[in-house]
């Protein structure tokens, strides 16, 4: 069945520009997860949906960043403003809901701020 | 507060060799633990899970890992390792007793030298 897809695959984008980021889930995933790597480093964790709690945003690390999920479907991650600091790949991931499930990630947006 | 280390940036070993790939964690009562791999320039895989039960869990690539309470540690081993082995590997933590985020480690880079 198909993955969990992202677009763009890469975006570039000027400073001070708004951006916003897709992510599809795996049909039927309850939760959905978004995060960010930096080159060569590990995941830091930005928000987490998982049905229709409230979302845990402790992870967003400014006002300039949030996400929306409708339902259990798509999600969308949006930066205001792009520094150059937020260039980056962004992870989503989905899986089904509860703690003991892994995650399924999508192949990632590749982000540069010029 | 739960938390999960990866005290290796990095790990050398020679092809054939066993590999082992350290993660230690801290969460109260019973964890639920996963590891994840990175291959370069390829999304987030699992790897492999412990839930409960055995305390030595199977996963993909013939990729293993052993829970061990008394020492609060989850360890990636493979009897003999292959150069395609080499990628950036997370360990990750979750309470079962709460549905919140999952905590990952920073990651351990493995090279397996030919």
């Known amino acids: 069945g198909a993955g969990v897809s992202q677009s763009p695959s890469n975006k570039v984008t000027e400073k001070g520009k708004d951006v916003e980021l897709r992510c599809d889930p795996i049909?039927?995933?309850?939760?959905l997860y978004w995060y960010r790597q930096r080159l060569g480093q590990g995941l830091e964790f930005l928000i987490y949906f998982q049905g229709n709690s409230a979302p845990d945003k402790s992870g967003l690390p400014s006002d300039r960043f949030s996400a929306e999920r409708t339902g259990e479907s798509v999600s969308t991650l949006t930066i205001q403003r792009t520094q150059q600091e937020d260039s980056a790949v962004y992870l989503c991931a989905s899986s089904l809901g509860g703690p003991l499930y892994e995650q399924y990630f999508g192949p990632g947006t590749r982000l540069t701020v010029t | 507060a739960q938390s999960v280390a990866q005290p290796e940036d990095q790990v050398n070993v020679a092809e054939g060799n066993p590999l082992t790939v350290k993660c230690t964690y801290s969460v109260s009562g019973n964890p639920y633990l996963f590891w994840y791999v990175q291959y370069p320039n390829r999304g987030l895989q699992f790897l492999l899970k412990?839930?409960?039960?055995?305390?030595l869990v199977k996963g993909s690539y013939g990729f293993e890992a052993e829970f061990n309470k008394s020492q609060t540690s989850f360890h990636l081993k493979k009897p003999s390792a292959l150069v395609s082995d080499s990628a950036l590997y997370f360990c990750?933590?979750?309470?079962?007793?709460?549905?919140?985020?999952?905590?990952f480690g920073k990651g351990t880079r493995l090279h397996i030298l030919p």
């Open positions: 412990y839930i409960t039960g055995d305390n």
């Open positions: 049909s039927g995933h309850t939760a």
């Open positions: 990750a933590v979750r309470d079962p007793n709460r549905d919140d985020k999952i905590i």
